[in-house]
């Protein structure tokens, strides 16, 4: 408690502070993200990616109150819904656009301060990833952002101007960057798309002040290394393992934790006999070396396309007594899984949407597959679809509640196989057929977060890729896929205050901050950002 | 890297991919179902334009993407549409000059509307003939109700069921009996037997209860014969206004 009313004057004290102050960002203020909640300083809100906010500004009783802003919408309408979560550091709101654009605006006003968009070729190869951007990392005075032609770019955080441009890979064999950067002290962590053709995925670290590469993490054994013999004899059309989310961080264990993406070709197996390795996967690698220190691996051999790079959520909680540090994570796959993160061991899972691919996960959370569930030439119809119980969106974790919240799609789909083995630029080795419309629908779930128990639901109309932002306000906010924001009770789950944004909230990833004594909601709608505040 | 030239084109592949594809709304034999009937297309738009169609799809009606597939599968499938050309089509069934006295005689423009004459509470028809095959349209002749269209599109492939029927009812208790024209999360807009539109708040209602298998058009399974339909089909397929 003391520490909380130590936040409350720290909050008293910057509101004070009228001006923008975009410079020093450290690596200490990071570390302690959590006590300076009127800043919105990295995707998740802090190296635990619990999405939560201590800001209590907006709460249960005053929510239906809360009316917009302001509206930003990009001059530049791309192929996809912005999909960026924003990252706010004294007063700027750092966001990207379709396809790899970064805008600084004034989080107060709207006003746009730059935009920076990068020369991208002609002819771009984004097999099975979006043409959009997921966001930005901010460290001391500089942006780091990953473009769809993969490269790796900072940026001057006052002016947008390039400081170093790195080119993490070739985009002519599918290489992409899409996610959001995770920066720790020095060094920008960063993941690869493209998983659904050939490549051969990977974690990078890099030199923040250079843009010199400092290690890479391979998600797909080279032939004859250890993992290899999960592939079969010959790995030539195989691969996958696309790393296109944003990892976790755990400083006391110097441990980064980040997810892989599946095998490639998605829905034929037939050529990769084995397990895999290290795809649908999440890693924990050495911050200092990229060294694999364990992998826990929740579908082995995917033939569905259930990429398991959602946000792994870092939470600590007693069981049986005793104090763990705990990963959960809601995978594409259906299964809400909970990992003790010092060791990788297996500590609880659960379906938390309907799943029928698996009978369920033995004692070492290795699911035990249903008989005909794999694809066939005529297709096979399974619950969760291709996109999954729950896809990239982050879910949120509330300490007060100790509830998990996860956007859950409650859809199913045939999934067809197709070819064995990737012919660039070809896709997938088979398709789905998913059964949408007036049979699906989705659900804003609260799950007990060390059991995956459902605490309550909220349904929405259609399956829905979105975040959740939970606050020390009592409150969870989310968003349809129709274009609808909105805010829950925490505890029951109980509607507060909608509002339609008018955009898909797919993609959407809502951060939340103060300036001048005033929280502000940033939710993401269609081609729009949108910013809510109290009268 | 350019995309590889295609290999040689395989019509048995094309077929199989349609079969696993297209079939739901064209048809196992590409004469239509819910979609368009396709024979002849590729002739008359080209075979690259229809494998850019199978692969893009077309926005804004119920032609999905398909990005699964490979330029190679795009143009195996429209080489199996091409065989097809040679093979003859099923004999014509029903009359049209017929079906047209009989489409005003059964009053059906009290609801539909053709190249802007007639209601506005069912269907426009106008170029019912370039979306639907013959069987389909029969078919809701017969029950109307039955397997509404449920076109691909929207956002993740949202394909909300077509002409879908609710009831509302209010917290006073006034009742609402609508197709669906338009629905997100927290509202919904139904309209009624008379064309009227009345919007709904979700969290205002009662209750919201969907009301599959209706519809406010009538079944004409016995007010016309096998023979009659068959002519009001033929008719029917003949509306293919440029949109």
């Known amino acids: 408690m003391k520490r909380f009313f130590a936040v409350i004057a720290s909050i008293i004290l910057f509101a004070t502070a009228p001006e923008l102050r975009a410079q020093g960002v450290t690596y200490d203020q990071l570390l302690h993200a959590d006590s300076t909640p009127q800043d919105w300083l990295m995707y998740g809100g802090d190296y635990s990616s619990q999405r939560f906010s201590r800001l209590t500004q907006i709460n249960r009783e005053n929510v239906r109150a809360l009316k917009p802003a302001w509206i930003y919408q990009p001059n530049h309408l791309g192929e996809a819904p912005v999909e960026s979560s924003a990252v706010v550091v004294g007063g700027i709101l750092y966001i990207t656009e379709p396809p790899s654009t970064v805008t600084a605006l004034d989080a107060r006003l709207g006003t746009k301060i730059w935009s920076w968009t990068p020369r991208l070729p002609e002819k771009l190869y984004t097999i099975g990833v979006h043409r959009s951007n997921r966001g930005v990392a901010v460290l001391g005075d500089t942006v780091y952002v990953g473009t769809l032609d993969a490269h790796l770019v900072a940026l001057d955080a006052v002016t947008g101007q390039v400081r170093w441009n790195t080119h993490v890979d070739d985009n002519n064999h599918g290489y992409a960057l899409t996610g959001a950067p995770r920066v720790l002290n020095g060094k920008v962590i960063i993941g690869i798309s493209g998983g659904d053709v050939d490549i051969r995925g990977y974690i990078d670290a890099y030199d923040a002040k250079t843009g010199r590469r400092l290690w890479r993490s391979f998600t797909i054994p080279a032939p004859g290394d250890p993992g290899s013999e999960t592939w079969g004899k010959d790995m030539n059309g195989l691969g996958g393992g696309g790393t296109w989310g944003t990892g976790s961080f755990d400083p006391d264990l110097n441990l980064v934790y980040w997810g892989t993406g599946n095998p490639a070709p998605d829905y034929n197996g037939s050529q990769r006999p084995g397990d895999n390795l290290y795809t649908d996967c999440v890693v924990a690698l050495d911050a200092d070396t990229g060294r694999m220190k364990w992998y826990f691996q929740f579908t082995p051999h995917d033939t569905h396309d259930w990429d398991s790079i959602q946000v792994p959520v870092l939470l600590d909680a007693l069981i049986d007594g005793k104090p763990r540090k705990l990963l959960a994570l809601a995978n594409r796959n259906g299964f809400y899984y909970v990992l003790d993160r010092v060791t990788g061991a297996f500590v609880a899972g659960t379906p938390f949407v309907t799943e029928t691919w698996a009978k369920g996960l033995d004692q070492n959370g290795r699911p035990i597959p249903n008989p005909h569930s794999e694809p066939t030439r005529e297709g096979t119809l399974n619950f969760p679809d291709g996109h999954g119980g729950t896809n990239w969106n982050s879910p949120s974790y509330s300490p007060l509640t100790k509830m998990f919240y996860v956007s859950s799609r409650e859809i199913s789909a045939y999934t067809v196989s197709g070819k064995d083995r990737v012919d660039f630029p070809g896709f997938g080795g088979g398709g789905r057929i998913t059964l949408g419309g007036d049979e699906a629908y989705g659900a804003i779930r609260a799950l007990d977060a060390v059991t995956g128990k459902r605490q309550w639901e909220f349904k929405t109309l259609a399956p829905t890729e979105v975040s959740t932002l939970a606050t020390a306000g009592g409150l969870v906010f989310s968003g349809s896929d129709e274009g609808n924001f909105f805010a829950l009770d925490a505890l029951t789950g109980k509607l507060l205050w909608d509002f339609t944004v008018g955009g898909t909230e797919s993609g959407s990833n809502f951060v939340t901050y103060e300036l001048r004594g005033k929280q502000y909601l940033v939710a993401a709608s269609g081609n729009a950002f949108v910013a809510f505040t109290l009268p | ?243």
Not at chain 2, 101 to 106: P, V
Not at chain 2, 124 to 134: C, E, F, V
Not at chain 2, 197 to 203: E, Q
Not at chain 2, 212 to 233: E, N, R
């Open chain 2, 1 to 243: 890297m350019p995309a590889a030239p295609l290999g040689p084109l395989d019509p048995a592949q094309g077929k199989l991919l349609f079969s696993q594809n297209c079939v739901n709304c064209h048809g196992v034999d590409a004469t239509g179902e819910e979609g368009p009937n396709l024979h002849g297309v590729p002739a008359a738009l080209g075979d690259a334009a229809v494998a850019g169609i199978i692969r893009r799809g077309i926005p804004g009606t119920g032609m999905p993407n398909s990005y699964t597939l490979s330029e190679q599968d795009a143009a195996n499938i429209v080489a199996w549409l091409r065989s097809l050309d040679s093979a003859p089509l099923p004999p014509a069934i029903g009359d049209a000059p017929k079906g047209e006295a009989l489409y005003t005689s059964a009053g059906c423009s009290a609801c539909h509307m053709i190249n802007g004459f007639g209601g506005d509470i069912g269907p426009d028809l106008s170029r019912i003939g370039a979306g639907r095959g013959a069987a389909n349209l029969k078919a809701r002749l017969i029950d109307p109700g039955a397997n509404l269209p449920k076109p691909a599109g929207g956002f993740y492939g949202n394909n909300f069921t077509q002409y879908l029927m609710f009831r509302a009812v209010e917290k006073d208790g006034h009742s609402t009996e609508g197709i669906r024209v338009g629905e997100d999360s927290f509202s919904i807009i139904l309209k009624d037997a008379q064309g009227k539109l009345h919007g709904f708040r979700k969290p205002d209602l009662r209750s919201l209860e969907k009301e599959p298998g209706k519809s406010f058009m009538p079944s004409f399974k016995d007010t016309l014969s096998s023979a009659q339909m068959d002519d009001l089909v033929a008719y029917l397929v003949t509306l293919k206004a440029a949109p």
